[in-house]
C-alpha cells in the first residue's frame, strides 16, 4: 500500500509545474490533483526560481520550451541552489533529439516525458518522487541521498515497475519507521522480505567488535520468524557474513559463490556496519531489483531503534543522576543549615561569657588580653561559617545584591581603619594611596566591604611582622580599581591558575588564611562576579609577596550622597522587660546575664510553651526568640505571641543559628521583627533594645561585615 494511501496523517509534498501554456497547465492540474498534495503552477523560468527560494519541492515538472528562459537554463539555475540542488527535474517536450536527451541529464534530470502526457504514466511517475520525498522527510533524513536517487533513477527506467517497487518501498518503510524496538524491526524486515523478495531470509545483527548479537530467519512464508543461536548460521552463511562485514563501502551486495543459493547485503548506516541481510534462494524480479534499497532502509529502520533504545538508556540513567543531584543538593542544604546551627551555638555563650567577663572582671591586663583573644578567635570562627554558607548560596543563586552609589575610595579606608589593629600588632607599615576625586560604583557596600577586608586580612596574615602594605583605588579605562599588595610568603607559580577555586589546598591554604577552609578567595571572585567586575592575583613566587587587584564598573557620575542629619542628643533609655527564650542553658544563662549588666530585667524560658506560660504574669518588651525549641517551635511561639493582647506589639527577636533565607522568610511570616545570627555582637542587640526603648523613631545601626543582617 502506498503511504499517501493509508490513514496515518503525512506531510504534504509540492510539486513546482513550470509551463508557459496555460492549457498544459489545466492538464497537468486535471492529472495530478489526485495525488492530493501542494501543486505550484508558474508560466515562466524566472517565476520557476522564484518559487525554488521560496519553498522546497518534492518534484520539478518542466517544460523545455519557454519564452524568456528555456527549461535547460531554468534547470541549470535551479541547480545552483544548494536546497534544489537534487529535486528531481522531469523535463516534458514535443521532441526530444539525443543532444538534448544528453544535455538535459547533464543537468540533472531524472527523466523525459513526451508532450502529450500519459496521465497514468505521469501521475505513476510524480507520485514515485513524491513518496519517496515524503518517506525520505518522515522517517530516513540520515539516509544517503545518492542511494536514494539511484534507487529512484532504477525505479524509473520501467514506468510499469515503478508504481510496484514504489509501494513496496513504501510499505517498507511505513514498517520500519518510528521502531522503538530491535527485536520487532527484525520480525517487520522478515515479514517483508519473505516471500517478496526471496523464498526464505535471515538477519544477522553484529556488535562493535562484529561479533553476531542476533539472528532471526524465516524459512518460508508459511513460518514464522523465530530467534536462533549464532550455531544455527551454515559456514557457507558465516563465509557470506565475514565477506559483508568487510566488503568496501560503497558495494551494496555481496554474491555468495553460487547466486541461486545466497544473496547477502551488508546493512550499513553512515560508517558503521549493523550486520547483514541474507537472501536464500533464486531472488524474485523485486528483489534483484530492490535488494540493495531494502537493506539500506532496514539499517536505516534498526539503527533508529537502537539509537532509541541507547537514549531509552541514557534518559533514564541521566533521570537517576539528577536525582541523586537533587538530593546531594538536598541534603547540602540541610547539612550547611545544620552545620550552621550546631556552630552557632557553642559559640553564642562563648561570646556572651566575654562580654559579661569584661564588664565585671577587674582591669587586669593579662585577663584583658586573653578575653581579647578569645573574642577575636570567636569572631573568626564566625566569619568561617559565614563564608563557608555564603559560597553556597551565591552558587545556588540565592543571594540578591543591594547596590547603591558609593565611594569606593572612602570604603576602602573604612576597611583599612578597622584592620589597623591588627596592623599595628605586627608592626607592619601599611601605605594607602586614594584618588583626590571620588571614585564611584553601583555596588553593594557590605558585600564590597567583605571582599576588601577578606582580602585585607590574608595581606595581614601572610605577611611577616615588621613587613609592609599597600593598598590603593584607582579610576581606569572605566573601570574602578582597588589594589591590596604585600611584600610576603607568596604564591607558587602553580597555584595561581587555581588560586580562586573552592578548597583547591596546595602547601598552604590558597586563601592565604591559615587555618582557613580555602573558601575564603572563591568567595571574594563570586562577589565580585556579581558585581559584573573580575578580580586577578599576581605575585613573582614564594617570598616575593602578592597582589589582588579588583575591578568594578565605575559610574560615570560621583554618588550623591545624603545629607548628614543631626543626631539626638544620646538619652540613657531604662531598663526594659526581656524575655529570653534558648533551650540552650549556656546561651540563655550568659544572654542573661549580658542583659542584665546592661540594667533589663530578665526572664529565660527553656521551651516554647514554658515561654507563654511565662508571658501570662511576666509582660516583655522585648522576647529574644531561638528557632528550634523543644515542644513548640519559635515560629509558632512567635505566632501566638502575635495573637496575644499583651505582646501583640511587643518586639520579637529571632536569636537562631539558622540564617538561610528560607528561615528569615518563614520568621517574617511568623511575625518577627528582627532575625539575628548566633553568635550576635552585643552593640548591635543592645542597639535593637535601645532603639526601641527610646521610641526616638531612629533606626537601630546595622552591623557590617559578615555576621548580621544581610541579604
Not at 519553498?55 to 534547470?75: C, R
Request: glycine share 6%.
Amino acid at each position: 500500500m502506498s503511504s499517501l494511501d493509508t490513514g496515518a496523517p503525512v506531510e504534504r509534498a509540492n510539486i513546482l509545474v513550470v509551463d508557459d501554456l496555460q492549457e498544459k497547465l489545466l492538464v497537468f492540474k486535471t492529472v495530478l490533483e489526485d495525488l492530493d498534495q501542494n501543486l505550484i503552477f508558474v508560466r515562466s523560468g524566472t517565476e520557476a526560481l522564484r518559487e525554488v527560494l521560496k519553498h522546497e519541492f518534492a518534484v520539478i515538472l518542466l517544460d523545455v520550451n519557454m519564452p524568456d528562459i528555456d527549461g535547460f537554463e531554468t534547470a541549470a539555475l535551479i541547480r545552483r541552489h544548494r536546497r534544489s540542488a537534487h529535486t528531481p527535474i522531469i523535463f516534458i517536450t514535443s521532441y526530444a533529439d539525443e543532444l538534448q536527451t544528453a544535455r538535459g541529464y547533464s543537468l540533472g534530470a531524472v527523466d523525459y516525458i513526451l508532450s502529450p502526457v500519459v496521465p497514468e504514466i505521469l501521475r505513476s511517475k510524480v507520485r514515485v518522487f513524491v513518496e519517496l520525498h515524503v518517506l525520505q522527510k518522515r522517517i530516513a533524513r540520515q539516509a544517503d541521498e545518492r542511494v536514494a536517487l539511484a534507487s529512484a533513477a532504477a525505479a524509473l527506467q520501467v514506468a510499469e515497475e515503478s508504481t510496484r517497487r514504489s509501494a513496496y518501498l513504501s510499505e517498507l518503510s511505513h514498517s520500519l519507521s518510528g521502531l522503538l524496538d530491535v527485536p520487532v524491526g527484525l520480525h517487520k524486515l522478515m515479514a517483508q522480505a519473505v516471500p517478496a523478495l526471496c523464498e526464505a531470509a535471515a538477519v544477522v545483527l553484529v556488535d562493535e567488535h562484529l561479533q553476531v548479537a542476533h539472528v532471526v530467519r524465516r524459512r518460508d512464508s508459511a513460518s514464522r520468524t523465530t530467534e536462533v543461536a549464532a550455531d544455527d548460521l551454515t559456514p557457507g552463511e558465516l563465509e557470506a557474513l565475514n565477506r559483508a562485514l568487510t566488503a568496501p563501502t560503497d558495494q551494496a551486495v555481496v554474491d555468495a559463490a553460487t547466486r541461486d543459493e545466497l544473496q547477502v547485503a551488508p546493512l550499513r548506516h553512515g560508517d558503521r556496519v549493523l550486520g547483514a541481510l541474507l537472501m536464500q534462494g533464486p531472488l524474485t524480479t523485486l528483489g534483484e531489483a530492490l535488494l540493495d534499497e531494502v537493506a539500506t532502509r532496514a539499517a536505516i529502520g534498526l539503527a533508529a531503534a537502537q539509537l532509541h533504545q541507547s537514549l531509552q538508556v541514557e534518559i533514564a540513567e541521566r533521570r537517576q543522576a539528577e536525582i541523586r543531584l537533587e538530593e546531594a543538593s538536598r541534603r547540602k542544604d540541610e547539612f550547611l543549615a545544620m552545620l550552621s546551627h550546631e556552630l552557632r551555638n557553642p559559640l553564642a555563650p562563648i561570646r556572651n561569657a566575654v562580654e559579661v567577663i569584661r564588664r565585671k572582671a577587674p582591669n587586669d591586663s593579662t585577663l584583658k588580653w586573653a578575653t581579647d583573644i578569645t573574642d577575636r578567635q570567636v569572631r573568626q570562627l564566625t566569619r568561617l561559617v559565614d563564608e563557608l554558607l555564603d559560597v553556597a548560596r551565591i552558587s545556588q543563586g540565592k543571594i540578591v545584591l543591594q547596590r547603591a552609589p558609593l565611594d569606593l575610595g572612602a570604603l576602602v579606608a573604612e576597611c583599612v581603619e578597622a584592620q589597623r589593629p591588627l596592623i599595628a600588632a605586627r608592626r607592619q607599615l601599611l601605605t594607602l594611596a586614594l584618588p583626590a576625586e571620588p571614585v564611584s560604583v553601583q555596588a553593594d557596600g557590605a558585600r564590597i566591604q567583605q571582599v576588601v577586608s577578606n582580602l585585607l586580612s590574608n595581606a595581614i596574615k601572610y605577611t611577616h611582622d615588621d613587613g609592609s602594605l599597600h593598598v590603593s583605588v584607582i579610576s581606569e579605562d572605566g573601570q574602578a580599581v582597588v589594589s591590596v599588595r604585600d611584600n610576603g610568603m607568596g604564591i607558587e607559580a602553580d597555584l595561581l591558575p587555581r588560586v580562586f577555586d573552592l578548597f583547591e589546598q596546595g602547601h598552604r591554604a590558597l586563601d592565604r588564611s591559615q587555618g582557613g577552609l580555602g573558601i575564603g578567595l572563591t568567595l571574594v571572585q563570586l562577589l565580585v562576579k556579581l558585581h559584573g567586575g573580575r578580580v586577578e592575583a599576581l605575585s613573582a613566587g614564594p617570598g616575593q609577596g602578592a597582589e589582588f587587584r579588583i575591578y568594578l564598573p565605575a559610574m560615570n557620575r560621583p554618588p550623591v550622597m545624603a545629607a548628614p542629619q543631626e543626631r539626638a542628643p544620646s538619652v540613657e533609655a531604662p531598663g526594659r522587660r526581656i524575655l529570653v527564650v534558648e533551650d540552650n542553658a549556656d546561651v540563655a544563662d550568659t544572654t542573661a546575664a549580658m542583659l542584665t549588666l546592661s540594667g533589663h530585667e530578665v526572664r529565660t524560658a527553656h521551651d516554647g510553651l514554658e515561654a507563654l506560660s511565662i508571658v501570662e504574669e511576666f509582660t516583655p518588651d522585648v522576647v529574644l526568640l531561638d528557632i528550634g525549641l523543644p515542644r513548640m517551635d519559635g515560629y509558632e511561639v512567635a505566632r501566638r505571641l502575635r495573637q496575644l493582647p499583651s505582646t501583640r506589639d511587643k518586639l520579637l527577636i529571632a536569636l537562631t543559628g539558622y540564617g538561610q533565607a528560607s528561615d528569615r522568610l518563614r520568621g517574617r511570616e511568623a511575625g518577627f521583627d528582627e532575625h539575628l545570627l548566633k553568635p550576635v555582637d552585643p552593640a548591635v542587640l543592645n542597639a535593637l533594645i535601645v532603639g526601641e526603648a527610646t521610641d526616638t523613631g531612629e533606626q537601630p545601626p546595622k552591623a557590617t561585615l559578615y555576621a548580621f543582617r544581610r541579604p
